[in-house]
């Protein structure tokens, strides 16, 4: 026959069975990570700060250097990587965007994806403190994308 607990012993165990719930599910939640990606942060970087939408080729490795070569038609996408979803609008050179948060996704250019007031996500390859322009390039320009430098 099973004996009765004593009701202080009962809400010992309750409190015990709730702790080991809270640390299971923190820890599956921890080490949550999407294949192939990298090292995802855990929770996105709140920043709320203003950034520019740049259009210029800022890979010093690439032919393309220096050239305005997104005048427009820059993607915003749903989600960052892995699973971006759809591109849900687009910017152009020169907008103006709110930063909300920041995650790093893997290191190097275009590793780095902010969330945007009013929704979507984009990469650091488009985003700028100021406004890029010819002159100031060389100052968010990146030493080497294919190699993941900046």
Same mark, same amino acid.
């Given at each position: ?25 923190? *820890?599956? &939640? ?5 294949? @192939?990606?990298?090292? /995802?942060?855990? =929770?996105? +970087? ?38 971006? *979803?759809? &591109? ?5 050179? @020169?907008?103006?965007? /709110?930063?909300? =948060?920041? +995650? ?47």
């Amino acid at each position: 026959m099973l004996k009765r607990m004593p009701s202080a012993n009962k809400g010992k165990l309750v409190l015990i069975v709730l702790v080991g719930l809270v640390v299971a599910i923190g *820890g599956c &939640v921890a080490t949550r990570s999407d294949k @192939g990606v990298g090292n /995802i942060s855990s =929770s996105p +970087r709140t920043t709320g700060r203003v950034m520019y939408f740049c259009g210029y080729d800022r890979c010093r490795d690439s032919g393309e250097y220096g050239r305005l070569v997104f005048p427009a038609g820059i993607n915003i996408w749903q989600s960052p990587p892995p699973r971006r *979803g759809k &591109v849900i609008r687009t910017a152009s050179h @020169g907008d103006k965007t /709110i930063v909300i =948060s920041e +995650r790093r996704i893997y290191s190097g250019p275009g590793g780095l994806w902010y969330e945007l007031k009013g929704g979507g996500w984009t990469n650091d390859l488009w985003l700028t403190e100021e406004l890029c322009t010819s002159v100031n390039l060389s100052q968010y320009s990146f030493t080497n994308c294919l190699e993941g430098r900046y």
